[in-house]
């Protein structure tokens, strides 16, 4: 035993186990309702599958927007339209940076990195606190917390402190799933490295090393590489007649065709030959690299692939992982429940990715496609049930490790899904440790949790702002000009996003030099300190961090052209300003603006001089608190 070590004990009020987009969108959230939280990430980047190490492009309900209207907002799209604004041209460094950026501002957010979490120490049935080891400095960590979320996404911290946890399949029998097989059986999604390759516009040589695994075409004659290009098998489905043959419509297959020669391949995809993928990762990884450089030398020296003036550029070497553990909560959610759009009484989250289950074997399974998708029309809610551990007390878990079956893991896995369930996580511990519960004691206050959810820009399918405190609720709406349709009363609805057909925004006809006005007038006077407006940021454009060109072409360069740029917004007593600011060059869907002073006002008025680019001011929602 070493006679030299070095210990550092750290307490907070929320511990967060894992800095992947989940993890960060929980420690956010709950640094923001006011609490002392704790990040602790094991690596030196943040973003988890979406960071510079692994670069997968963060998908979500939208399903590569495929449904309108569908993308996440709430935290996840802010940091996504941070990023837009300072890195255009998908630069993984600046991505790293925008994440750290938006942590080290945070007030009471207080961030680990390069820490390890490696036993758990219990009082009683509680977590009591974690320990941890940060190589870089050499400093073994005793971090204590009230609560404590697991977004490790192998539900690490659960599995040492104890849970019950799920892996592979559940049989028919169980849930009554139409996907589900006949018997449970340990069959799992694989891991994945992805690359990035580059047209140098002449031919470029590729000399393969001698330790690659060579691919013939027959073992990728069911994976899209180079000019080959088999689609995905669609499951059948009786909500959506279009795929009953199990094939998929135009639609489907164009937003589900990702192959690229500049991407890599997400089916470069490995479930180890064990019991446990999470102790098979090592070797995993190195069967991976392996792979991706002789799939690499299949599409290069072996027939003609449209391969020849490319030139690999960068290879991953910590793999993706999709599937590992799922730790059990007091709800499982089903891919009946996914399939159904079931609306959860206690939903805190939502997703729409359709179910996406890869096949057993990845690559090793040559004779089966790489996925199976089952599509459906609509979103589906995540219950908080999920994501309130059933064994531990203070132990909540979000991401692809949340409560749920596999089949209904194969939609909410991906990372946009994770994330809005994070920041529903964040927000919920915090508000135990406000109010001195666990959180499974939360269930009769579920309705101010959606509310503080809804109120940052969370949207949650069926609900609607009900918030009593916002004043704004009974205003009087009315603007200097309105396009037939998009009427000011718009921003009074409840609803901060166009859902189903509907238009719930307001939109001016034209931008007038004296800029466009829309006014709230109050019921009564009333002392304001905060009013919350959410613009148009057009969730049906693209704004991810991509290696695929395909994704990248559908964005834009700059931050969507609806978001209102410039505006003033003024608190009016009497029609005399009591008080005013004044925003220049605003990229936010969700703004917040501050008045300290909170004067006393009867109206409120936005007056918008310029947006990104388009035509017309479009607002979907104002609020004002006192």
């Given at each position: ?20 987009m ?32 692994i ?19 709430g ?52 977590i ?30 659960g ?14 029998a ?56 088999p689609m ?21 297959k ?12 997400w ?44 030139d ?45 289950n ?53 939609s ?45 820009d ?86 991810k ?42 990229y ?11 004067p ?27």
């Open positions: 035993m070493g006679i030299r070590s070095k210990w550092k004990d750290e307490a907070f009020d929320v511990v967060v186990v894992g800095g992947g989940t993890g960060l969108c929980a420690a956010l959230a709950s640094a923001r309702e006011g609490v002392r939280t704790a990040l602790v990430q094991d690596r030196s980047v943040l973003g988890g599958n979406a960071s510079s190490e670069r997968m492009h963060i998908c979500g309900a939208d399903a590569n927007q495929f449904k309108q209207n569908a993308a996440e907002t935290i996840i799209h802010e940091i996504m339209l941070e990023n837009k604004a300072r890195n255009d041209y998908y630069n993984y460094s600046i991505w790293d940076s925008t994440l750290l950026q938006i942590v080290y501002r945070q007030e009471n957010l207080t961030l680990f990195l390069n820490t390890s979490m490696n036993s758990v120490e219990l009082e009683g049935d509680s009591g606190r974690i320990l941890c080891y940060q190589g870089t400095t050499e400093t073994n960590l005793r971090i204590a917390g009230k609560v404590f979320i697991d977004c490790t996404g192998n539900g690490t911290l599995y040492f402190a104890g849970a019950d946890y799920r892996t592979g399949s559940e049989g028919k169980e849930f009554q799933e139409p996907d589900a097989p006949d018997q449970p059986n340990n069959n799992r999604m694989g891991n994945t490295l992805l690359f990035k390759a580059v047209n140098r516009g002449h031919p470029v040589p590729f000399r393969t090393p001698d330790w690659v695994r060579h691919f013939s075409e027959d073992d990728l004659k069911l994976r899209g590489h180079g000019n080959h290009r995905l098998l669609f499951a059948a489905d009786a909500a959506c007649p279009a795929s009953d043959k199990g094939e998929g419509t135009a639609e489907e164009k937003a589900f065709d990702c192959y690229g020669l500049d991407y890599g391949y089916w470069i995809e490995l479930p180890g030959k064990g019991p446990d993928i999470i102790d098979e990762y090592e070797t995993i990884r190195d069967e991976l690299v392996r792979c991706v450089y002789g799939v690499w030398d299949h599409l290069k020296n072996s027939g003609d692939h449209g391969a020849e003036d490319y690999l550029e960068w290879v991953g070497m910590l793999p993706g992982i999709r599937e590992s553990r799922r730790l059990m909560g007091c709800y499982i959610l089903t891919e009946n429940d996914v399939l159904s759009n079931r609306i959860f009484p206690d939903a805190v989250a939502y997703g729409g990715w359709p179910v996406d890869h096949t057993a074997g990845g690559l090793d399974d040559k004779d089966q496609m790489p996925s199976t998708v089952r599509h459906f029309p609509g979103l589906y809610t995540i219950p908080y049930r999920c994501y309130c551990n059933s064994r531990i007390p203070n132990l909540m878990q979000a991401g692809r490790i949340l409560s749920a079956s596999k089949l209904a893991m194969a909410s896995r991906v990372m946009g899904t994770c994330s809005v369930g994070g920041q529903a996580a964040g927000t919920a511990a915090a508000m135990c440790v406000q109010y001195g519960c666990q959180p499974q004691e939360m269930g009769g206050r579920m309705e101010e949790l959606q509310q503080r959810l809804l109120r940052n969370c949207y949650l399918p069926g609900f609607t702002n009900q918030d009593s405190a916002d004043l704004a609720r009974r205003a009087r709406a009315e603007a200097s000009s309105q396009k037939p349709g998009h009427p000011a009363a718009n921003v009074l609805n409840g609803i901060s996003r166009d859902t189903e057909g509907a238009i719930n925004c307001w939109e001016s006809e034209g931008l007038s030099p004296e800029g466009e006005v829309l006014a709230l007038h109050l019921e009564q006077p009333a002392n304001i300190a905060q009013v919350r407006v959410t613009f148009d940021s057009n969730l049906n454009r693209s704004i961090i991509t290696l695929s060109a395909k994704r990248m072409a559908q964005q834009q360069v700059g931050p969507p052209a609806e978001l209102v740029r410039d505006y003033e917004l003024r608190l009016l007593c009497e029609g005399a300003v009591a008080a005013a600011r004044r925003v220049e060059g605003n936010q869907r969700l703004n917040v603006l501050e008045f300290p002073e909170a006393l006002c009867d109206s409120i008025e936005l007056r918008i001089a310029t947006t990104n680019g388009y035509p017309n001011a479009r607002v979907f929602e104002v609020r004002a608190y006192e």
